[in-house]
C-alpha cells in the first residue's frame, strides 16, 4: 500500500487535504503529522479519526531526529507539506519560530526524503505548500503568476520563500521530484480566529469591535478551502515535475467591501437589524510592512490540469458562517485559554 506523509493536517487547510485523500484513495495510508502548536486541533479530523487508512502521529518537524527515524520507519512514497508557523501577525513579534518551523522544519522533511530514496526517486513526489505572499505586493494593477520575482516583506513570508527557494534547490541539485503550490488567502470551516474572516465572524456573534487595519482598503483574493484541497490533490497526482502552480480565486475584496459584506450575510443569519453589525467596524494602527494588494493568475494549473474553483464567495461565504454558527463549541474551545493573552497583547 502507497504511504503518504501530510505535515500540518491538524490545521485549517491540512485538516481539508487529510480528509479529501483519506476518503479519496483508500488504496493509499495517509500519515498526519503535526505537533498541534495552538493552531492545530485534532477535533477538526473527529469525523475520519477511525478510518483504517489514516495515522495520526505527535510531532514536530523542527527535530531532526524524529523526522528521519519517522520516514527510515515508514518509508513515504509522497510527502505533502502544509506545517508551518501561518499568522503574519505573530510572525512580526515573533520572527524566530517561522524561521524554525517554515525553513529548518521543511529542509529537514527535505533531508530524510532524499536520503530515504537517494538516487532512486521513481513514482515519489515532494508536494509543498506555499503562499501568494512570497510575491510581495501589487499596486493597483497585475497579477502574480509563476514567474514573477519573489520579494517577501514579511517575516512569515520571507521564511516561506526562503523554504520555497530549499525545495527548488534539492530538486536543481539532488534530482528531488517536487511541485511548489502557491496559494491566495482560504477561508471557511474551522479556520482559527485569529485570521480576518473567522475572528471577525467570532467578534460579530459577541457583539465585539471589528479592528480594520489602516484604511480597510487592503486588497486580497480568496479561495474556498475545499477548492485549494481539490488542486492540491490534482497537481499533487498530475502536476509535473519542477513546477510551480498559482492557485487562487479569481475573488479580488477591499478588506473593508468584505467586512460590510460579511456583517451584511452574518445579520440576516443572526436575525439582527440591517447594518447593526458594521456598527463595530472599527479602524486601528495599521499592520507594520502591510501589503497593499495580492492577486493570482491561476491560469497555468487551469489550462494543464482543469482546475477551477466551484464556489462563489457569497455561496463559500455563507457556508464559512453556517459553520460557525453550528460550532460554537469549537469557537468557544480555541478562543479560551492562550488565545485571550493573543487577543490582549495584539488588539488592546
Ligand atoms: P494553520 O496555522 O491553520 O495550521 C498549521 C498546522 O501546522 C497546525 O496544525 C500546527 O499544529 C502545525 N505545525 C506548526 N508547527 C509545526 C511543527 N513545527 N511541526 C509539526 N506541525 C506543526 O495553517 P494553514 O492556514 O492551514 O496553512 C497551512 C499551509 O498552507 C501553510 O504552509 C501556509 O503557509 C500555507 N498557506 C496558507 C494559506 C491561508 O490562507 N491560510 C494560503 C496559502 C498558503
Ligand atoms: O495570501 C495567503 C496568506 O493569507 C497566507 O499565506 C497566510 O497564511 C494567511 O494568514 C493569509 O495572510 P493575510 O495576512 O492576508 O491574512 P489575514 O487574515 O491575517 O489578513 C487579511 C487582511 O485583513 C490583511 O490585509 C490584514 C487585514 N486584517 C487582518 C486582521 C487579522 C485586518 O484588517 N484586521 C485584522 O484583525
Not at 473527529?46 to 520507519?73: C, H, M, P, R
Not at 497526482?237 to 459584506?261: A, M, P, Q, S
Not at 453589525?277 to 494543464?304: C, F, M, W
Request: glycine share 6%.
Amino acid at each position: 500500500m502507497k504511504k503518504i506523509i501530510i505535515t500540518g493536517g491538524a490545521g485549517f487547510i491540512g485538516s481539508h487535504v487529510v480528509r479529501r485523500f483519506v476518503k479519496q484513495y483508500k488504496d493509499i495510508h495517509i500519515f498526519n503529522i503535526d505537533s498541534l502548536t495552538y493552531a492545530g486541533n485534532l477535533s477538526n479530523l473527529s469525523d475520519i479519526e477511525k478510518e483504517s487508512n489514516y495515522t495520526f502521529i505527535k510531532g514536530d518537524i523542527v527535530d531532526a531526529e524524529f523526522i528521519n527515524n519517522l520516514f527510515e520507519e515508514h518509508r513515504f512514497d509522497g510527502v505533502i507539506h502544509l506545517a508551518a508557523e501561518s499568522h503574519v501577525d505573530r510572525s512580526i513579534s515573533d520572527p524566530i519560530s517561522f524561521v524554525m518551523t517554515n525553513v529548518v522544519g521543511t529542509v529537514n522533511l527535505l533531508n530524510a526524503f532524499k536520503n530515504l530514496w537517494n538516487d532512486n526517486f521513481e513514482g515519489k513526489r515532494f508536494y509543498h505548500v506555499s503562499t501568494d505572499e512570497v510575491y510581495g505586493s501589487l499596486g493597483q494593477d497585475g497579477l502574480f503568476t509563476e514567474t514573477t520575482s519573489y520579494d517577501p516583506n514579511s517575516p512569515y513570508s520571507a521564511s516561506k520563500a526562503s523554504s520555497d527557494h530549499f525545495v527548488r534547490a534539492y530538486g536543481e541539485t539532488y534530482g528531488l521530484p517536487y511541485v511548489i503550490s502557491n496559494c491566495s488567502n482560504n477561508y471557511g470551516p474551522n479556520h482559527f480566529p485569529e485570521k480576518l474572516i473567522p475572528l471577525f465572524i467570532n467578534n460579530i456573534i459577541n457583539k465585539k469591535p471589528l479592528p480594520v487595519y489602516g484604511d480597510g482598503n487592503y486588497t486580497r483574493d480568496w479561495l474556498y478551502v475545499e477548492d485549494h484541497a481539490v488542486a492540491i490533490d490534482l497537481a499533487f497526482h498530475r502536476g509535473k515535475n519542477h513546477e510551480t502552480y498559482n492557485i487562487g480565486g479569481f475573488n479580488e475584496w477591499k478588506n473593508i467591501d468584505l467586512v460590510k459584506l460579511l456583517c451584511k450575510q452574518m445579520d440576516q443569519k443572526l436575525q439582527r437589524k440591517v447594518s447593526e453589525s458594521e456598527q463595530l467596524i472599527t479602524y486601528v494602527k495599521d499592520r507594520p510592512g502591510h501589503d497593499l494588494r495580492y492577486a493570482i493568475d491561476a491560469s497555468k494549473i487551469n489550462k494543464e490540469l482543469g482546475w477551477m474553483p466551484s464556489v462563489t464567495f457569497e455561496e463559500g461565504l455563507a457556508k464559512t458562517i453556517d459553520w460557525y454558527l453550528s460550532n460554537t463549541e469549537w469557537l468557544e474551545n480555541v478562543t479560551s485559554g492562550s488565545y485571550q493573552n493573543y487577543y490582549k497583547n495584539q488588539y488592546q
